[in-house]
């Protein structure tokens, strides 16, 4: 029916609303009313109808007012003409002697939505503020609101500013919340309503006869107030600890919101808070909802972030039900990812190894990935699973793709398990269905070809079918790989390379692809030890690739976002980044050495005692590695840069890791590090660059816009890092 | 919405999110179920679309603020759950034929974006579902909106005076594939249904292992609780001071407290099963029941429910006890048992023939679960010691107690 006949139910509706027989009869008035209201909601417009609609207003049916008003509120901004003739109706109900009336007529005459109508609106309004009945109030006060929402350029009275402050003191606990609502929306521009102590302390000692959403508002609320000294600081913080554990999650999150506001140079209560918030976080992971399951996890990951040790114990409480929805089971999976320890790590990995198989193509990926990411930071014996995995996962290739590229990752971090990687391999001749999957077998087998028996029959396969690649990626990793396994195994690959060069250089139609043959083409007739020379290039660095043990982040850093919807959106992005990008295997060997354009770029600068000027510096916006690299090599004229020598005997000594962690604390991005034993040794940090060399650090430093102020404050700050550092840590 | 998201009925309370932003939300929520990245808050621009799905609805709410999540949720479960209370079930069907009172109570549960009434109790005292009936003028201000006791009103009469107490506890167990317990807890609830006259006060006596354990005085033999949940009425200052749970109960049914133990409980009924799929001809399927609980007790309905290759053919089944069923479309085996007593130990084979065509879908590894109830039994030994009503007017009242455990969330993982 909806669309179709509209016309036809219109006019037939409008017959029935204007018949003199129907309207003396209540019921059927009413039963008329109902089928307008009815085809509204099926999609019929039935605006036409304001006229008769009006009418019917007028009537002592409480429940034919209802759906009268409901009909006006959706078609009034249609029609504002005539909805000044509801006016009057409204108006005499706001004076009717039923309370109920009285506040249906006060929240409908402002959900009209009509700024024509306000003069007539406010009357009633500021009579309803002292209205006898708590309902009505509650209407009034959010009246007030919704007035100023409409005309947001008109002042509101001072005095309704000031009942409202006086309605705070309202014996009805809703009436009071309201009041906070609408204050918080008329003096938005001023920042929000006042909060002082008086206040305060007020809202406080009301806390316990609101209902959840009235205390959440109240804590929110709460969260710009200062207390004037740390004793009063304590008590307020002691009469929050109940709600602190409250059984309802939004509570609890709302106030340890506020605790994490209010004593940002306290980190001790902080983390105690955190501690006693573990036991109702727990509890919300296991909610029989899956919306606040989920909410609570996100925010659990938030809070690892600086305290990695709060769940360590719990890690049972992530295990994934087997009916869990694919979002939950992925965030318990990032979650158990953090809580790894020795001890538990067994258990672990058996666990995630269960999720490999999941049906979700996208969960199984998951979890091939962390069990790849666990390995990559403590345990070598987490390569098992998932090699073992690419065997008993041939069957789905979305799968043994993921496996291939978890292998990749693994191997670049931590050589040591190139063996138990190799012999996987030897096994792994399915045809890989995504080219991100191809990409990281080529890659593996042109790292470790030598050691792969079967690896020129693989490559044969990719060369015979290299007409019906797609993917210009995969294609120019081929080349790469034929050339490196070529130098290692020459007589095995000499005739594949051939033709695979005739036909990237002959056929090829992607510029990249064929400019790259022609390189290597080029490359070989200079001759084998030239060839060697370039192409043996750089091998993995345990201290180069995904840094390891993120150091715990300030609290400050997410504590404003707490208890709000970005934590639900941040994670799903990270996944994305952290999943499946692995930049530094992309880049190759073959473009100059970059840290030899960095050098040639500085000048000196005197380091003379610089005192340490109020700098601070900021993590946010982050910087990806890319974007940094794009910077670094662009050389423009607002840049500054220099260098800077600063002797720290301390350098040489210490783990990448552990400068990482000094560097985190005082907001300094650290993107990369060249060789541990490398001379001279190199680490590329954000906010600024730096490059070191043996007993004493050589800074390069590029800035735009040029501040020499900012420069030197940096500079005393990474100074001051520096010579914290302790000795022989490495 | 419905299942299909045509929108069934709407409200914009606050007037700055475009009505039309809704027509998004299913081209947003079928791509993202696709690539198999369904979140529970999706986005488009600027408005974020924050949504729960009950039965066969979509209950959508949108927001262009950097809202409190946890804070919508609970709200959009809560529209449910008074929903539920008024039509029974809350589906298409029931909105549809209840549509006058559904803008009712969209009407007080919500104004201007805040959360009003959310009371299910409070709001059945003014909005009734029998609005059909014509009542004009009479609709009087219910006294419990400004009533200091606001989930009871006055005057209630019954002829005979009687307090039902249901303490119930499931159990959540997950056990791995090599027979060690992942996790288990327990989840209890106490619920009454009180049909007492007037403004009675009542007193419930718990047993001192669980009172203890409710205070984490004694960290001895006692059962410590987490997550315990009062009704709003139970006077959380005396149970601080004096441990005594003490409150003036709603009328007819409702939940006084739920807790939650997170200990390592035995699961009471142990399954283990052998299941051993020979590729291309058949599937033998062996499993063994044992109760694990008191001689005395007796679990009831107990269902055992077995996974099996979704292209398994012509069943066969050899039970020593109950009935064994094939449900295909779900992909199990049903054993169903009536009654089982604690200590004992049933068996259940079944045979199942495959295709010689494999079938190339991927299966996961769906665990066996379990489905009982054990009348007369908590895992936990909570046990009400006495409930004492008192009312001015002196009547007589019996209370009537009754305790059951349930399987919740029982999962034992396989090795197929």
Not at chain 1, 161 to 185: I, S
Not at chain 1, 490 to 516: K, S, Y
Not at chain 2, 213 to 230: A, I, N, Q, S, W
Request: net charge neutral; proline share 5%; glycine share 6%.
């Amino acid at each position: 029916m909806p669309y179709l006949g509209s016309e036809d139910t219109v006019r037939e509706l409008r017959r029935h609303l204007s018949n003199p027989n129907v309207q003396s009869d209540p019921l059927r008035y009413r039963s008329s009313i109902l089928k307008v209201i009815r085809a509204m909601s099926q999609g019929v417009d039935v605006a036409g109808l304001f006229s008769e609609m009006v009418k019917a207003c007028a009537t002592v049916d409480i429940v034919q007012k209802k759906l009268v008003y409901v009909f006006l509120c959706s078609y009034a901004t249609l029609n504002p003409e005539l909805s000044l003739l509801v006016i009057n109706t409204l108006r005499k109900d706001c004076q009717d002697p039923n309370p109920m009336v009285r506040s249906l007529a006060l929240r409908n005459m402002v959900n009209l939505r009509l700024p024509s109508l306000a003069e007539y609106v406010e009357q009633p309004l500021s009579a309803g503020l002292r209205d006898r009945a708590a309902c009505v109030r509650r209407v009034a006060v959010l009246g007030w609101a919704k007035l100023h929402n409409l005309q947001p350029a008109s002042e509101i009275d001072a005095a309704v500013v000031n009942e409202l402050y006086g309605l705070l003191r309202d014996p009805d606990p809703v009436v009071m919340v309201n009041c906070l609502r609408a204050l918080e929306e008329i003096l938005k521009e001023e920042g929000g309503m006042a909060i002082n102590k008086p206040i305060t302390h007020h809202l406080l000692n009301r806390l316990g006869q609101l209902d959840v959403w009235g205390q959440c508002e109240v804590l929110r609320v709460l969260q710009r107030y200062r207390p004037q000294s740390e004793s009063e600081l304590f008590d307020i913080l002691s009469l929050l600890d109940a709600s602190l554990v409250s059984p309802h999650p939004p509570v609890m999150a709302a106030t340890l919101s506020l605790f994490l506001v209010l004593c940002p140079d306290l980190p001790a209560v902080s983390f105690a808070a955190l501690e006693r918030v573990r036991g109702p976080l727990l509890a919300a992971c296991g909610s029989a909802s899956r919306e606040t399951r989920f909410t609570a996890l996100c925010h659990i990951q938030l809070l690892l972030r600086s305290l990695p040790g709060l769940m360590g114990a719990h890690y049972k409480r992530f295990f994934c039900g087997y009916a869990e929805p694919a979002y939950i089971k992925q965030r318990k999976m990032q979650v158990l990812v953090e809580l790894v320890n020795d001890d538990n790590v067994a258990m672990l990995l058996d666990e995630l190894r269960g999720y490999c198989t999941d049906v979700n193509a996208d969960t199984a990926q998951a979890a091939i990935s962390a069990i790849g990411e666990r390995a990559a930071t403590s345990h070598t014996r987490c390569t098992d699973p998932v090699t073992s995995h690419s065997a008993a996962t041939d069957r789905c290739p979305p799968l043994s793709s993921a496996v291939v590229q978890t292998m990749r990752d693994l191997v670049w971090v931590c050589p040591q398990c190139s063996d138990t990687v190799c012999s996987a391999l030897e096994g792994c001749e399915e045809t890989l269905q995504d080219s991100q999957g191809r990409q990281a077998l080529l890659w593996l087998l042109a790292v470790h070809g030598e050691r792969v028996r079967s690896a020129p029959y693989t490559l044969e396969g990719f060369i015979d079918g290299v007409r019906g690649e797609a993917s210009p990626g995969v294609k120019m990793e081929l080349l790469t790989t034929t050339m490196r396994l070529f130098v290692c195994r020459p007589a095995e690959t000499q005739d594949m390379l051939g033709r695979l060069l005739h036909h990237c250089i002959e056929e090829e139609t992607d510029m990249c692809v064929r400019d790259q043959a022609l390189l290597y083409y080029r490359l070989l007739r200079c001759g084998m030890e030239e060839t060697r020379r370039v192409l043996g290039g750089r091998r993995s660095e345990p201290s180069l690739g995904v840094l390891i043990g993120r150091p715990a982040e300030p609290i400050s850093q997410w504590a404003s976002s707490f208890n709000t919807l970005e934590p639900l959106k941040q994670g799903a992005g990270e996944t994305e980044t952290t999943g499946r990008a692995s930049p530094q295997h992309v880049t190759f060997d073959l473009d100059s050495d970059l840290s030899d354009t960095l050098n040639s770029g500085g000048f000196s600068f005197s380091p003379a005692g610089v005192q340490a000027p109020p700098l601070t510096l900021s993590l946010s916006p982050a910087l990806s590695p890319e974007e940094f690299e794009r910077l670094w090599t662009q050389r423009r004229l607002d840049y500054v840069c220099l260098e800077e020598r600063i002797r720290c005997p301390a350098v040489p000594h210490c783990s990448p890791q552990s400068l990482q962690a000094a560097m985190q604390l005082v907001n300094i991005q650290t993107l990369a590090f060249t060789a541990a034993h490398a001379s001279p040794w190199r680490v590329y940090l954000y906010t600024h660059a730096q490059q070191a060399a043996q007993e004493e650090v050589k800074v390069t430093l590029k800035q735009r816009p040029r501040d020499e102020k900012a420069l030197q404050g940096f500079l005393s700050i990474l100074t001051a890092v520096l010579h914290t550092l302790p000795f022989n840590t490495h | 919405m419905t299942g299909s998201c045509k929108v069934l009925i709407c409200r914009n309370y606050k007037g700055d999110v475009d009505m039309a932003e809704i027509d998004r939300f299913l081209p947003l929520l079928m791509q993202h179920e696709e690539e198999g990245l369904l979140c529970p808050v999706l986005s488009h621009g600027k408005v974020h679309f924050m949504w729960i799905k009950h039965s066969n609805l979509y209950l959508v709410s949108t927001t262009n603020k950097n809202s409190n999540a946890s804070l919508v949720y609970s709200f959009l479960y809560k529209i449910v759950e008074v929903f539920t209370e008024y039509f029974k079930e809350l589906e298409e069907e029931s909105i549809q034929d209840n549509f006058v009172v559904v803008y009712e109570l969209l009407d007080e549960l919500m104004d201007f974006g805040f959360p009003q009434t959310t009371d299910s109790k409070i709001l059945q005292e003014y909005i009734t579902q029998e609005g059909a009936k014509l009542e004009v003028g009479k609709s009087k201000v219910p006294t419990t909106v400004t009533n200091a006791v606001s989930w009871r009103s006055e005057g209630i009469k019954y002829k005979k005076n009687e307090v039902f107490i249901d303490v119930i506890e499931s159990i959540n167990v997950l056990v791995n594939a090599n027979g060690s317990v992942m996790s288990s807890d327990i989840v209890g609830s106490i619920k009454l249904k009180t049909m007492l006259s007037g403004m009675p006060e009542l007193r419930l006596g718990l047993n001192d292992r669980v009172l203890f354990g409710l205070t984490g005085r004694d960290k001895g033999k006692t059962v410590v609780m987490e997550d315990v949940k009062f009704h709003q009425c139970v006077r959380l200052s005396r149970f601080d001071s004096d441990r005594t749970i003490s409150f003036i109960p709603p009328d007819g049914e409702s939940e006084l407290m739920s807790y939650r133990i997170n200990t390592h409980v035995k699961p009471l009924i142990w399954i283990e099963s052998v299941i051993e799929k020979f590729s291309h001809s058949r599937v033998e399927i062996m499993v063994k029941a044992k109760g694990q609980f008191k001689k005395q007790s007796v679990a009831n309905n107990v269902e055992v429910r077995v996974p099996v290759p979704s292209d398994a053919d012509s069943p066969k089944f050899k039970t020593s006890t109950g009935q064994a069923k094939y449900v295909p479309e779900k992909n199990m085996v049903v054993w169903t048992i009536k009654s089982f007593p604690g200590g004992k130990e049933f068996l259940m084979r079944a045979h199942f023939g495959l295709p010689s065509v494999e079938n190339n879908e991927l299966e996961g590894k769906p665990p066996v679960t379990v489905k009982f109830e054990i009348p007369y039994f908590t895992v936990s030994g909570i046990q009400v010691r006495y409930m004492k009503i008192i009312e001015k007017s002196g009547y007589q009242a019996l209370p009537w107690v009754r305790y059951i455990t349930q399987s919740g969330d029982y999962q034992l993982r396989t090795n197929v």
